[in-house]
Nanobody, 116 residues
Framework: QVQLVESGGGLVQPGGSLILSCAAS????????MGWYRQAPGKERELVAS???????NYADSVKGRFTISRDSAKNTMYLQMNSLKPEDTAVYYC??????????WGKGTLVTVSS
């Protein structure tokens, strides 16, 4: 069983920045498929950024150039640096960890609100 705990959400003004963290209960390796997703009120959950099994990164078009995904294997933690935040970035942000066998684990999420 993999446990994931997100943190770092909060209220931020448009144009501001936040760093989200996702602490995992397992060792994070460079070939682990992991990612950040978000779900805004009334909308479906969508991919924000992810690591592939090859260690490369993918970003949603809406966040390219503003968000950066990273991870620290020594701390078993994945991060999402979010800059130039917009009101439309408001959502609950979740991290996901996928095992080699395709089993997905989710955290409980952290709320990000972008508002003046």
């Amino acid at each position: 069983q993999v446990q994931l705990v997100e943190s770092g959400g909060g209220l931020v003004q448009p144009g501001g920045s936040l760093i989200l963290s996702c602490a995992a209960s397992v060792i994070i390796l460079s070939n682990n498929v992991m990612g950040w997703y978000r779900q805004a009120p009334g909308k479906e959950r969508e991919l924000v950024a992810s690591f592939t099994s090859a260690g490369s990164t993918n970003y949603a078009d809406s966040v390219k150039g503003r968000f950066t995904i990273s991870r620290d294997s020594a701390k078993n933690t994945m991060y999402l640096q979010m800059n130039s935040l917009k009101p439309e970035d408001t959502a609950v942000y979740y991290c996901r960890y996928s095992t080699y066998y395709g089993v997905n684990y989710w955290g409980k999420g952290t709320l990000v609100t972008v508002s003046s």
